[in-house]
């Protein structure tokens, strides 16, 4: 019995792990997509770029660097799409970040989302086509910095004020240094209050850096308990079925003034999307 009992165990055990897909290095891939300017609720950009192989800076040799270059109010979203997975409801997202210098004083906000586009989900009111976008932006607007959560339904930010970007004590990203930040995020199935059902921001944890110099010395490490559920929302007619990951940028109103730069540039690496 205990004998079967075990084999009954190691059985589960490799069905739950063969369910889960791993997407290791997504920031060295392509294809990327491109939303711009209205397109991501602002001013159309002078340029925009995705630069893969960045050797300086970097963690691993290969970096990707993000570019965006406007006048004020310029956004700009990188979309990495990596193909359907409607099975996975649990999610941890991780990426290293590392900003330029301009990032303090033309930063308006700097967004990482995971997405899942799924068509006819069951819902109490019959099949739906459904979005989750797990959305989070370090919000530089509100309150000098705190994360933003995203209600699809609503197509609303929602500030955690209680949340500052980096720990208690910081709100904005120190520039020229790299960050690890990893997401636990999950779906909530869709019930009375959620008639397409839910996006769960479990968990956020921010570890900072040192400088590139000392890039393995962690100089804050703080974990935040999000456990905030907000509404997933109908998906677009002819919508595919898709997971992904993307970045967005968003330039201030300082962006080309006198004085100012006009370009922020982010660098990514070692982004990781592990789904269930």
């Not at 711009?36 to 001013?43: I, K, N, V, Y």
């Not at 456990?227 to 595919?240: D, E, F, I, K």
């Amino acid at each position: 019995m205990k004998r079967l009992l075990l084999v009954s165990v190691l059985l589960a055990s490799c069905a739950a792990m063969a369910q889960t897909k791993v997407f290791n290095n997504i920031d060295q891939t392509t294809p990327w997509k491109f939303c711009a300017g209205a397109c991501a609720g602002g001013t159309q950009p002078t340029s925009y770029g995705v630069y893969p192989n960045q050797s300086t800076p970097s963690r691993d040799g290969r970096s990707t660097a993000l570019q965006v270059k406007g006048p004020a109010w310029t956004d700009v979203l990188f979309i990495r799409e990596l193909g359907p997975l409607n099975t996975a409801s649990n999610f941890q997202s991780e990426y290293w970040l590392y900003l330029s210098d301009s990032a303090t004083s033309i930063g308006q906000a700097f967004e990482f989302d995971t997405f899942q586009f799924i068509n006819n989900l069951s819902t109490p009111n019959g099949p739906q086509n459904v979005e989750f976008m797990f959305g989070a932006q370090c919000d530089y607007g509100q309150n000098g910095g705190v994360w933003d959560i995203w209600d699809q339904d609503l197509g609303l930010w929602m500030p955690q004020y209680n949340l500052p970007c980096v720990s208690p004590s910081r709100a904005k990203f120190r520039t020229s240094v790299w960050y690890h930040i990893v997401w636990k995020l999950h779906r909530v199935a869709p019930g009375v209050n959620l008639p397409y059902g839910g996006m769960s921001f479990d968990s956020v944890r921010i570890t900072e850096y040192g400088n590139a110099r000392n890039q393995n010395t962690v100089t804050s490490d703080h974990t935040y308990q999000v456990n905030t559920v907000t509404r997933a929302g109908q998906l677009p007619a002819g919508w595919s079925d898709q997971l992904g990951v993307q970045f967005q940028i968003d330039l201030n109103g300082n962006s080309g003034a006198r004085g100012y730069s006009n370009t922020i540039t982010q660098w990514i690496d070692q982004a990781k999307l592990t789904a269930w």
